[in-house]
Each structure stands twice: as structure tokens, then as C-alpha cells.
T-cell receptor
Framework: DSGVTQTPKHLITATGQRVTLRCSPR?????VYWYQQSLDQGLQFLIQ???????AKGNILERFSAQQFPDLHSELNLSSLELGDSALYFC?????????????FGPGTRLLVL | QKEVEQDPGPLSVPEGAIVSLNCTYS??????FMWYRQYSRKGPELLMY????GNKEDGRFTAQVDKSSKYISLFIRDSQPSDSATYLC?????????FGKGTKLSVKP
């Protein structure tokens, strides 16, 4: 158990809908990362937050947004969902914003868009 | 060309074999390198972390980084059925990690 929690574990929804994925980082970790994992693309970095501020952006679509709250939990919002958004979404956390610290991954949310 | 390339396998070996997993990367700015193991329906878990070039050993696992050839390797000695998983290499700089697509390993008893 990495100490990172994600809810829900599974989510089934329809195209055009909006969903919110939630992540609680390890105790004391200030950085939260969001990743999307699909069979054809592998693990893709979406966005990073550090202590409530956006720190880095990866391959995140404009339909997707995220935020980190004062208690350091983070939410990833996916809107106008398309079939291709079906994937595993992982959250990872680490203590600081530095380069050399390792990330610890949560168990993921499996999203299925029908 | 993707920044981190990894043969997806699958790779099947008998129990006790030495396993070699490899990745190549294209960005010479990458400074730190990691191997993650991911069991089916689970999140990736960190196996090995290496900063810059060189070898690092931890039990049955050895990670190697050759920055001159931009090559990353993970060796597993005396492989066990419990090592069956997908192994993801990752390379990074400036706080951002780029992952390979993962190699699926199966160790047969």
C-alpha cells in the first residue's frame, strides 16, 4: 500500500458526461501528479500540482481540468467525455517539488465511457 | 520518436532465469531513471531509482544506466513467478517523468 488513495475505483458513464476523480496524497506529500494509462499510449503525464499551485502540464486535454485543495487532496475533472477517454487514471504523490524525489502511485480509477 | 521507448513484449521465461529488460531514451537532459513494477489492476510501484549513469543493485534486481548510449536496463536474477508483472521504465528531468509503455513479463513455474 503506497499510502495514496483514489476514489472511485471504477466509473462507468456515457459519452458527453462529466466525472470527477479524487486523490488523497500520502501524509506529508505536497506534490500530486495525474496520469492516464491506456493500452496504446501507455502511462501519460497529465498535470502536476505542488502545494495548491499548478506546477507542470503534460498531455492534458482542454476538456480536462484539475485542482489541489488546501488539505492537499486533488480532483481531476473530465468533461464532454468521449469513448477514447476510457482508461486507467492514476494519481501519484511525492514530498516536494524537486526533481529527484520518487513518486508513489495510487491504485487508480478505471473509467469506462460507453 | 517517443522520448522513452520500451519493447512491450510479452516476455516469458522459466522460473530461475535471468531477465533483462531494456529501454532507450532520446532526451539527453534526462538525469534520473526509474523502474516501476505494475501488477494487473494495480498502480505502478517503484522498484529502482538511479541518478545519472551507473549501476544500482537491490537484492535480485540490478538497474543500469548508460547515458552515452541513452540505454536503461533492469536485470532480475533468479526470477520468480511473483515477478510476473508489467515493468515500466521512466526517465526524467525538471520534476517531470516520461514513462515507457511497459514490458509484460511472465515467469513460468
Amino acid at each position: 500500500d503506497s499510502g495514496v488513495t483514489q476514489t472511485p475505483k471504477h466509473l462507468i458513464t456515457a459519452t458527453g458526461q462529466r466525472v470527477t476523480l479524487r486523490c488523497s496524497p500520502r501524509s506529508g506529500d505536497l506534490s500530486v501528479y495525474w496520469y492516464q494509462q491506456s493500452l496504446d499510449q501507455g502511462l501519460q503525464f497529465l498535470i502536476q500540482y505542488y502545494n495548491g499551485e499548478e506546477r507542470a502540464k503534460g498531455n492534458i486535454l482542454e476538456r480536462f481540468s484539475a485542482q489541489q485543495f488546501p488539505d492537499l487532496h486533488s480532483e481531476l475533472n473530465l468533461s464532454s467525455l468521449e469513448l477514447g477517454d476510457s482508461a486507467l487514471y492514476f494519481c501519484a504523490s511525492k514530498k516536494g517539488g524537486g526533481n529527484q524525489e520518487t513518486q508513489y502511485f495510487g491504485p487508480g480509477t478505471r473509467l469506462l465511457v460507453l | 520518436q517517443k522520448e522513452v521507448e520500451q519493447d512491450p513484449g510479452p516476455l516469458s521465461v522459466p522460473e530461475g532465469a535471468i531477465v533483462s529488460l531494456n529501454c532507450t531514451y532520446s532526451n539527453s537532459a534526462f538525469q534520473y531513471f526509474m523502474w516501476y513494477r505494475q501488477y494487473s489492476r494495480k498502480g505502478p510501484e517503484l522498484l529502482m531509482y538511479t541518478y545519472s549513469s551507473g549501476n544500482k543493485e537491490d537484492g535480485r534486481f540490478t538497474a543500469q544506466v548508460d547515458k552515452s548510449s541513452k540505454y536503461i536496463s533492469l536485470f532480475i536474477r533468479d526470477s520468480q513467478p511473483s515477478d510476473s508483472a508489467t515493468y515500466l521504465c521512466a526517465a526524467g528531468s525538471q520534476g517531470n517523468l516520461i514513462f515507457g509503455k511497459g514490458t509484460k513479463l511472465s515467469v513460468k513455474p
